[in-house]
């Protein structure tokens, strides 16, 4: 099983990243997918979700309206537009793949917003 988020960099506020995750070893149609974040000295947050057809999704009231996460269930990716990024939106971002069976977790990437 893997999970590969890329995607990640340094902006500066205001501008806009997308990050994806690319699955693999199972079977992704199955699993709601979920972006978490976790800055330093804060604990993990959940950011967005999407259920596992697509048809559903959730956002943290703080990326409400900024962020949009989308799947393609064909390639077995999963990606979080980010618009009008923030400094406080400066996080490792956490791919999650999630079932009532389980779920798995990608490494992460680095996302840092500053001037």
């Known amino acids: 099983v893997q999970l590969v988020e890329s995607g990640g960099g340094l902006v500066q506020p205001g501008e806009s990243l997308t990050l994806s995750c690319a699955a693999s070893g199972f079977t992704f149609s199955e699993y709601s997918m979920r972006w978490h974040r976790q800055a330093p000295g804060k604990e993990r947050q959940l950011v967005a979700s999407i259920s596992s057809r697509g048809g559903s999704t959730n956002y943290a009231d703080s990326v409400k309206g900024r962020f949009t996460i989308s799947r393609d269930n064909a390639k077995n990716t999963v990606s979080l537009q980010m618009n009008s990024l923030k400094p406080e939106d400066t996080a490792v971002y956490y791919c999650?793949?999630?079932?009532?069976?389980?779920?798995?977790w990608g490494q992460g990437t680095q996302v840092t917003v500053s001037s």
């Open positions: 999650r793949a999630f079932s009532i069976r389980g779920g798995y």
